[in-house]
């Protein structure tokens, strides 16, 4: 049971103090069970929840863990959905979320701002559900570091910047490859932008050229013989 000046996640709320335990004060609340009432750190309002409330409520992370976190974020498993179609993409950023779980949400940050990082270079369209869980995310997870290093959550992408310059969209580990989120945002491109992203290993090498395997063989070769055609187009 937590106490009073506690600092905890609470599901979708995110990061709250509790403020007391007692009976909810309502007029039509018997007065029989008992509530934590919390304070949301980052927006206004109280929050009442039983004590033995079903929705996800844990302490946060320590000081030393979330520089563990911070200090090991290229070493992250990645985060994303195992099979195409938006359903499926949305159940599983949905999961991510619900669990509140640091870890997971830096690595499904870490992965939509990378593919987004490609569409916009190569000029094609963002995923307006990956923009939607994303935010989700970065509230939770910046909001939950901040609470644990006592400093503003907008402070938290600088902080990290210290440590890993190119935070949220690169880390090491990738260098200056390009995803294999490319096949993705070009599946989601001709789908209106609502097709998200799945794992896929969906690039082939020829010769000097990657050529990513987004529809079919003929499209691999058609672009293999514009590479022969035109020497420029290697890089």
């Known amino acids: ?111 939509i701002c990378r593919k987004r990082a490609w569409a916009l270079r190569h000029g094609k369209k963002v995923s307006q559900m990956d923009e939607r869980y994303l935010k989700r995310a970065e509230d939770q997870l910046y909001g939950e570091l901040a609470a644990a290093l006592d400093m503003p959550r907008d402070q938290m992408i600088p902080y990290i910047r210290q440590t890993w310059a190119k935070w949220p969209e690169q880390l090491p580990k990738q260098g200056q490859e390009e995803p294999a989120e490319a096949a993705e945002v070009e599946e989601a491109d001709r789908d209106g932008g609502s097709r998200p992203c799945f794992n896929s290993n969906s690039y082939q090498t020829f010769g000097a050229e990657r050529v990513y395997s987004v529809h079919s063989e003929r499209r691999e070769q058609a672009y293999v013989r514009m590479a022969a055609a035109d020497p420029d187009r290697r890089q």
């Open 1 to 111: 049971m937590f106490a009073a000046g506690d600092l905890v996640v609470y599901g979708g709320e995110g990061v709250c103090r509790v403020e007391s335990i007692g009976p909810s004060g309502l007029a039509y609340d018997g007065g029989d069970k008992v509530y934590y009432h919390l304070s949301p750190l980052y927006r206004g309002g109280t929050v009442m929840t039983p004590v033995d409330t079903a929705v996800l409520m844990r302490p946060i992370i320590s000081r030393d863990c979330a520089l563990k976190l911070i200090a090991a974020l290229p070493a992250l498993p990645e985060q994303k959905p195992a099979e195409r179609g938006m359903r499926a993409a949305k159940d599983f950023y949905h999961q991510l979320v619900l669990r509140c779980d640091c870890a997971e949400l830096a690595a499904m940050i870490h992965g």
